[in-house]
């Protein structure tokens, strides 16, 4: 039996990083940490000649795309940030590492290729009432704009990053309510608002590291709004409503639960009436990171878990090998901190809304409109020459 690093692995299957990632978290190749460096895998070089033969014959085009969808090969081409190796990189720079410095503005002048981004909100209309559900209220924000603002198409770069800068701010404000000072760096404006001056660190790294996730759900859909030339606004609107579900940017509400389940009747009793019900175990793995999700660990490395939590990852731990995934660290750094109950959701909007826009610049600037086809698997169609009167179906056949 041989052990082999990633590149040869990359080498022997002809395939991206993340789709070498994503069969080992399928369980069709083998790895393990390295002998003399664990934070690289090996991998089990049978299992990865084995699965090179079966893939060696052409593969359809409608195949490809079948397995392309969800965590497989990469759909278009992108600058902006990749997982490889089991990290995070912002245009070639790894994400945990800017975390122990760098700010959202810092990460976002990488990302949108500018020289520098301030995130500051045009002033909202006096009478504009103000939801206080901070979703609620991002969503009204931005449709606001998007039914006012320009079409992308045309537009010089030096204009449309100044517009999203305003974007971000306008989301942010809305989502905190009006209440924090402007002209502060944006982890600032939130800890301020949220009174919570303990955790403007923590909250720092969290934007950091939640800025961009390669062509995750909510990103496609602004990227696919962006692609018909909608103002910006209306592409942060998609990927908005799109990071609300429970399988995205909501996750870390299904882990809440669990850990207020784990304070009245403990963690293994809360995860079995979990479990049999048949609701899969929020907040723990991630397909493209099979040795565990690194900006989890970037931020449990920060502060101490609160009791539940740490009852419950030990809880999950026994009955499954899958480690704690981003959006259990957000819920427990929420707890931990004293934070809004809405506050990981927040966080996450605020600082992928960064991402959403460099992935609608970048599209805007390479063109073409993002219209995938689809699988029909549908009724057997019906011969409609049969059930035409006589003469009917003629003509130029180009309509």
């Not at 301030?118 to 998007?146: D, K, Q, Y």
Request: aromatic share 6%; hydrophobic share 45%; glycine share 10%.
């Amino acid at each position: 039996m041989s052990w082999i690093t990633s590149e040869q692995a990359l080498a022997i299957l002809k395939v991206q990083p993340q789709t070498l990632y994503a069969n080992v978290s399928r369980g069709k190749i083998r790895t393990r940490p390295s002998p003399e460096d664990t934070r690289r895998s090996l991998y089990h070089g049978d299992d990865v000649k084995a699965l090179a033969s079966r893939n060696a014959g052409r593969r359809s085009v409608a195949e490809v795309a079948t397995h392309t969808i969800s965590f497989g090969e990469p759909v278009l081409a992108s600058g902006i940030s990749t997982i490889a190796e089991g990290r995070l990189w912002y245009r070639g720079e790894d994400a945990a590492a800017m975390a122990e410095h760098a700010t959202l503005e810092t990460v976002a002048a990488l990302l949108w290729q500018a020289e520098r981004v301030t995130f500051e909100a045009p002033p909202t209309a006096r009478g504009t009432p103000v939801p206080s559900n901070p979703f609620e209220a991002g969503l009204l924000a931005l449709a606001r704009r998007a039914s006012h603002d320009f079409p992308t198409g045309g537009r010089s770069r030096t204009m449309l990053r100044r517009e999203a800068a305003g974007l971000v701010g306008t989301l942010a404000t809305a989502t905190l309510g009006g209440t924090a000072q402007a002209g502060l760096p944006l982890h600032e404006r939130v800890a301020q608002a949220w009174k919570a001056p303990g955790a403007l660190d923590l909250i720092r790294r969290v934007l950091v590291l939640l800025a961009d996730h390669e062509l995750n759900a909510s990103t496609f859909a602004a990227r696919t709004a962006a692609s018909t030339g909608a103002p910006l606004a209306a592409g942060l609107l998609a990927g908005l409503s799109t990071l609300a579900g429970p399988l995205h940017g909501g996750a870390a509400l299904g882990v809440q639960a669990l850990a207020d389940a784990t304070g009245r009747i403990g963690a293994r009793r809360a995860v079995h009436d979990w479990l049999s019900r048949g609701h899969r175990l929020p907040a723990f793995g991630h397909p493209l990171y099979p040795e565990g999700d690194v900006r989890a660990q970037a931020l449990l490395a920060q502060f101490e878990l609160p009791a539940a939590f740490a009852e419950l990852r030990e809880a999950v731990a026994a009955l499954s090998d899958e480690p704690p995934n981003v959006d259990f660290a957000l819920a427990a750094l929420a707890d931990a901190c004293r934070l809004p109950a809405n506050a990981p959701l927040a966080l996450f909007a605020i600082a992928r809304s960064v991402g959403w826009i460099a992935h609608m610049l970048e599209q805007t600037e390479r063109g073409g409109l993002i219209r995938p086809r689809a699988q029909y698997d549908g009724p057997a169609l019906k011969d409609v020459t049969r059930s035409l009167p006589h003469g009917a179906g003629g003509g130029s056949g180009r309509a």
